[in-house]
């Protein structure tokens, strides 16, 4: 068994490989202000999951900002390589990955071996993440896990004309006040969120096929918009969140392997 960690700013993720490179089991806790205790409720869940101990776990590989708190890994690769490894895993064509996550977002050329080739990241501002979804939620009072459908339910899309989280959601509470239909603002909120994860694929030099991971890829309405705007179809898997994780996983049979230095 070889287990991969992905201890993110919002959750902690781990999945569970066998040697056939067959997924075990996963889980995705809460990281919370305890990053240790994430990791160790993760590790429990897998192990519970998979009905096995500890000592089973032959390998272990950790990722994502908190990838130096996990005890006992063999080895911390960051996200980027990551996500380009577990994405090829599932999907060997992919060349180009919009990675969504709660604090940043990147953009990753992978090569045809699974490796990322270049990157662009924004992680200075919550733009084209899914903090910026969660403060246009809380400013709107609606549960951010329904604010894609609601989106696509819009019959025309008002503009939020700034990509800062502040101004937007200035913005936000004018359109409100204007009595603007709610789901035509929050079509609005969408569509700035793929203008802006388009202009970081146009900084890399996108290639086709093209993937969406992270929490984010969960929302329907993001993933349609960037869709139309590539003009081709994205792909991505039953579980976005977890795809850190499985690159992480795959490593950690490598590193077994002593095919990873």
Request: proline share 2%; with cysteine; aromatic share 6%.
């Amino acid at each position: 068994m070889y287990l991969g960690i992905d201890v993110g700013s919002v959750t902690t993720d781990a999945v569970l490989l066998d040697d056939k490179k067959k997924i075990i089991a996963f889980s995705i806790v809460k990281s919370g202000f305890n990053h240790r205790n994430a990791i160790e409720e993760v590790i429990n869940n897998i192990c519970s999951k998979a009905q096995i101990k500890r000592e089973q776990i032959k390998s272990i590989v950790s990722t994502g900002y908190g990838r130096r708190n996990v005890t006992g890994a063999d080895k911390a690769i960051t996200e980027i390589s990551c996500h380009a490894m577990g994405t090829h895993f599932l999907s060997p064509e992919v060349r180009t990955i919009v990675d969504i996550g709660g604090q940043d977002s990147k953009v990753i050329r992978v090569s045809e071996s699974g490796y990322a080739e270049t990157f662009y990241m924004n992680d200075k501002c919550a733009a084209g993440t899914g903090r910026f979804l969660e403060v246009m939620a809380h400013t709107m009072g609606i549960d951010i896990n329904d604010l894609g459908s609601i989106a696509m339910t819009a019959t025309k899309i008002e503009p939020i004309s700034s990509i800062c989280t502040v101004f937007a959601e200035s913005e936000v509470i004018s359109k409100i006040a204007e009595g603007k239909p709610k789901e035509n603002i929050i079509a609005g909120i969408h569509q700035a969120i793929g203008e802006r994860l388009m202009s970081m694929i146009s900084a890399i030099g996108m290639k086709k096929p093209v993937a969406i991971t992270g929490g984010v890829a969960k929302n329907k309405c993001i993933v349609n918009i960037l869709s139309k705007s590539l003009q081709d179809s994205i792909y991505q898997t039953e579980e976005p969140q977890i795809i850190g994780a499985l690159g992480a996983a795959i490593f950690a049979i490598n590193y077994f392997n002593n095919e990873l230095h």
